[in-house]
């Protein structure tokens, strides 16, 4: 059974730091694009940042640009989320996601899921 499971979450001031890491079986390393989405309360879930199976391609929302980076380490299929200068309307479940589509930026189109961990920054 496949699995992506995300770790790393917490509580944070605005402007702080978090890592957020997330572990996948080797298949799904090797194979699929991946990518980091988030919800908040009463909000759907949307689309943060994605990177190619290759690791060469990566996309990121608007809103997250210059301050979040997503990275991949194939020697520990291992995908990571730098999230910096972090503000309270970031606070949400981050979840990890893989699928075929290099770049897609629906849920719709990954077709793994980790659980979520809570990100949550204070004013």
């Known amino acids: 059974q496949e699995q992506l499971v995300e770790s790393g979450g917490g509580l944070v001031q605005a402007g702080g730091s978090l890592r957020l890491s997330c572990a996948a079986s080797?298949?799904?390393?090797?194979?699929?694009?991946m990518g980091w989405f988030r919800q908040a309360p009463g909000k759907e879930r949307e689309f943060v940042t994605g990177?190619?199976?290759?690791?060469?391609?990566?996309y990121y929302a608007d809103s997250v640009k210059g301050r979040f980076t997503i990275s991949r380490d194939r020697a520990k299929n291992m995908l990571y989320l730098q999230m910096n200068s972090l503000k309270p309307e970031d606070t949400a479940v981050f979840y990890c996601?893989?699928?075929?589509?290099?770049?897609?930026?629906?849920?719709?189109?990954?077709?793994?899921w980790g659980q979520g961990t809570q990100v949550s920054v204070s004013s």
């Open positions: 990177i190619s199976s290759t690791g060469l391609s990566k």
């Open positions: 080797r298949r799904i390393f090797s194979d699929y694009a």
């Open positions: 996601a893989a699928g075929h589509t290099n770049g897609a930026r629906m849920p719709s189109n990954y077709d793994y």
